[in-house]
């Protein structure tokens, strides 16, 4: 399994090294996505596998040495790339990503910024905490720097509200076949499909480890898809593989209710296929 979730989030870094050719270079550019042990980085520079560099994350000050792991594929701003971290006890995004185990099964998962010392953290949510932030834009939870319990909000743009459905009164519905509740709670979601490309969906109701959406598109059963709930346009936004294991076509109204479970992912796919960044 992967060791954390990978958070959608443009973060200003120096990069250095040698490129192709072996011409040494600085430049300043962006990782688009990260997570605990690398990230998918943009560069003016060809790169090749395997090779060495350095990377200064602006906003903390800290470097550290990582190693071209992923594709490398060309694209309009330049060439893009996994890279992994080679000191991975070196913190340099300032984010706290919880190891993950593969016993993870939230609702939702979400990078927080406590309003008082502004820490941030991914944090997985069950289907209550999801709850509280959807209707309250903030949660309360405890803040290790802190030392005491304080108030969290969304992280991201510092002047956006976070833009999700409002939980639905009456939300509490458990069925007996299910092992977690399942919750009646109206979120923006955004699905990702190789086929059917990207879009912002509302969940008719979410249980630990899956939700149920309303589409337009038709996802048959067993397809892959890749899933951030919730989601914030322009914020930090963590996308999760999920499987879609229930349809029904809803013909009056020219819809698909879909389903979904989310699931792990190998350790080999982690870099490999980080997302891009979300959309504007």
Sequence with gaps: ???SDRVCLETIIILSGTDSAGRRFVETTQAVVINRGGARITSRHA????QQLT????KTGLEAAAQVAGPIVEGAEGWNFGVALLQPD???WGINFPLLDGTENPAGRV???CVDCHAQEVVHLDVFELGVLTANDCLTRPCKQCKETTLWRPYGREEQRFP?????????HKSQERRAPRVNLRVNVCVRHSVHGEEIVSTENVSRGGFRFISHKDYPLGTIIEAALPYSPGAANIFVPAKIVHEEARREEGTFAHGVACMPTSPASSLARLPVSPPK
Excluded: D, F, W
């Excluded at 790169?47 to 395997?50: D, F, G, K, T």
């Excluded at 990377?55 to 602006?58: G, L, Q």
């Excluded at 999700?164 to 509490?172: L, M």
């Design 90 to 92: 070196v913190n340099i």
């Design 1 to 3: 399994m992967r060791t």
């Design 164 to 172: 999700v459905g409002r939980a639905a009164q009456g939300s509490h």
């Design 111 to 113: 990078c927080l910024r």
């Design 55 to 58: 990377i200064r994350c602006v």
């Design 47 to 50: 790169l090749v596998p395997e």
